[in-house]
């Protein structure tokens, strides 16, 4: 199987009565506020399977009162993993069920979760793949086409979700700047997006000391990887928005090494990226109407001979020079230079980055938030909206002049870090933003705590600010 390949995931599709005929059915619906037996319980996503034939698997979406898009999607989530791990490939779903409820976009919610839910990261693994739940039918009694067309394009959206978390999982030794690079390649090859790779050469040709910095300890050197959707029908010279990501193939702190707890889940350190990826692959496959560039600041944090250290002073591409006080600050260090790139080269109208950036967020906002930080009011309005409704939530924070205080060079014109854990998460917002130049609208959103999630002791990928930024940008015209 190529990485292109994802292992088998849920299909819908729309059927006919006939052909819909004996197979398991799905039966979402709102429960009394003393549920009774035959009814599951309160709990929004709680099961019951009712024995028969064909069997039903009844799906609780809470009390009349909890009937949310954002509630119906969760229903939608248990319901596939509930079927994942009973190994049900096929069950059936009545669309009208769902539309009766009233919600908008309620049967969209509720299939997108169940998407979502079907996402196993399993390529690694000696299990029996192919008893994993692959269709859905939808059952419809007269708008076939138009139903396909609602839920093709909840589909697109979380199956990049999928994508974003399928790569994000995969392990360092596959997954590294160069291999990744190749993935984007591979991407656009299939979506016809166009892909410009930025290697070691290219990078030291424009003067991009920052992101190359980082890249110095690996094996394999730092790229910067664009992917370009023109914008369906748009006019040339349309300004794209421009989506960055950090993808920290592995993230060892390079000489300011991390301790041996907090390295292991360091894989996780592109998940900024792998949603740019994602986010491309669905700009694509939606064909928007707006021109989108995605670019991915990928580079391996590692140690050895050649590594960058504490004290270095690297010149980055705005001619800014940076001095070095914690090698573990390498993710403003490999966006500093693709936030320059992208407001200089790219004519903007906005440039939006998604890093798991610090570990300051977590203590501050957990998983439950990511932390946004903006110079335009209008943009992180925007932004914070398509939060709300994407259900990828964000919360702002300032970025007041006097934090730049924190991190002003002494022998330098800026430091990488205050060398103090205040404000953590605004410093390097403060930090990134001395590299968006031309006053582009730009927004930060580190995504530390909410890239990824536990559970049953393991860490999982969320695919974090896919849906966030797929909402924000089919709000614009
Ligand atoms: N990749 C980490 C941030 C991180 C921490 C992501 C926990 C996910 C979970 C980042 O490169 C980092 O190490 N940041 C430092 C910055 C500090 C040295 C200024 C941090 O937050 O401690
Ligand atoms: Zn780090
Ligand atoms: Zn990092």
């Not at 799906?59 to 939608?76: F, V």
Request: charged letters at 20%.
């Amino acid at each position: 199987m190529t990485p292109l390949q994802l292992p088998p995931r849920l299909i819908l599709k729309v059927s006919t009565a006939e052909e819909w005929e004996g197979q398991w059915v799905l039966v979402p619906a709102a429960v009394a506020s003393e549920p009774g037996p035959g009814s599951p319980g309160k709990q929004v996503g709680e099961l019951l399977l009712v024995s028969g034939d064909p069997p039903a698997l009844q799906i609780s979406l809470g009390t009349q009162d909890k009937l949310t898009t954002a509630n119906l999607r969760k229903a939608g989530t248990a319901a596939a993993r509930w079927l994942v791990e009973h190994k049900a490939a096929q069950v059936g779903l009545n669309a009208a069920d769902l539309d009766g409820l009233g919600i908008e976009r309620g049967l969209e919610a509720f299939c997108e979760g169940l998407v979502l839910g079907a996402f196993r990261f399993s390529r690694y693994k000696l299990e029996d793949k192919s008893a994993f739940l692959t269709e859905v039918s939808l059952l419809t009694a007269v708008e076939g086409a138009a139903l396909l067309d609602r839920v093709d394009r909840v589909s697109s959206v979380a199956k990049a979700v999928n994508l974003a978390r399928e790569w994000s999982h995969e392990p360092p030794n596959i997954i590294n700047p160069h291999t990744l690079a190749q993935r984007a390649q591979a991407l656009a090859v299939e979506t016809g997006l166009k892909c410009t790779l930025f290697g070691e050469r290219e990078l030291s040709e424009l003067g991009a000391g920052a992101i190359l910095s980082v890249g110095l300890g690996s094996k394999t050197p730092s790229q910067m990887i664009l992917l370009a959707h023109p914008g369906h029908g748009s006019q040339a010279g349309a300004q794209p928005v421009v989506v960055v990501g950090k993808a920290i193939t592995f993230d060892t702190g390079g000489y300011s090494l991390k301790p041996t707890q907090s390295m292991v889940g360091m894989k996780f350190d592109k998940c900024g990226g792998m949603a740019v990826l994602g986010i491309m692959k669905a700009v694509a496959a939606l064909n928007l109407s707006i021109p989108v560039v995605g670019i991915v600041a990928a580079a391996e944090n590692m140690i050895s001979g050649h590594a960058y250290r504490p004290n270095d002073i690297i010149t980055s591409l705005s001619g800014k020079t940076i001095e070095i006080i914690s090698t573990d600050a390498e993710g403003r260090m490999v966006l500093s230079d693709v936030l320059t790139y992208a407001s200089t080269q790219l004519n903007p109208r906005a440039i939006i980055d998604l890093a798991t950036l610090t570990g300051g967020v977590v203590t501050a906002l957990g998983k439950i938030r990511a932390g946004l930080m903006s110079t335009d009011d209008d943009l992180a309005g925007a932004l914070a909206a398509a939060g709300e409704r994407s259900d990828d939530r964000l919360w702002r924070l300032p970025l007041d002049e006097e934090y730049f205080d924190l991190i002003k060079g002494s022998d330098s014109d800026l430091k990488n870090s205050a060398g103090v854990p205040q404000a953590s998460p605004i410093v390097g917002g403060i930090f990134l933003k001395q590299f968006v130049l031309n006053q582009v609208p730009w927004a930060h959103i580190d995504i530390a705590g909410t890239a990824t999630l536990e559970a049953k002791g393991t860490r999982h990928a969320t695919g974090f600010g896919v849906r966030l930024v797929l909402d924000y940008l089919q709000s614009l015209t």
